[in-house]
Nanobody, 120 residues
Framework: QVQLVESGGGLVQAGGSLRLSCAAS??????????MGWYRQAPGKQRELVAT???????NYADSVKGRFTISRDNAKNTVYLQMNVLKPEDTAVYYC????????????WGQGTQVTVSS
């Protein structure tokens, strides 16, 4: 079972930066972390993809964050990061970490979420 714990959220002014971290723990096989990523859910909206990163280094970003957010991971620490720069009020949401095997039927594991609030 994979447990994911996010940290690094908070309140920031527009144009500012935040760095989110998500550490995986528990007893699991390493392939359960083949894909790690970030999703977000704003009030009244559906959860949406922000960025994902495979163990091999392939990234995928939502168009809305390209050029502003950078995803990275430390495989030795089973940790994924999200560096968020030039934050906008529309980035305000609860950010969730996900880890999965990369198989389409595997929804993987989710963290509890961390709140990011960007004030204008």
């Amino acid at each position: 079972q994979v447990q994911l714990v996010e940290s690094g959220g908070g309140l920031v002014q527009a144009g500012g930066s935040l760095r989110l971290s998500c550490a995986a723990s528990g007893s699991f096989l390493v392939f359960k972390l083949n894909v790690m990523g970030w999703y977000r859910q704003a009030p009244g909206k559906q959860r949406e993809l922000v960025a994902t990163l495979t163990r091999g280094g392939t990234t995928n970003y939502a168009d809305s964050v390209k050029g502003r957010f950078t995803i990275s991971r430390d495989n030795a620490k089973n940790t994924v990061y999200l560096q968020m720069n030039v934050l906008k009020p529309e980035d305000t949401a609860v950010y969730y970490c996900n880890a999965n095997s990369g198989v389409s039927s595997d929804f993987g594991s989710w963290g509890q979420g961390t709140q990011v609030t960007v004030s204008s």
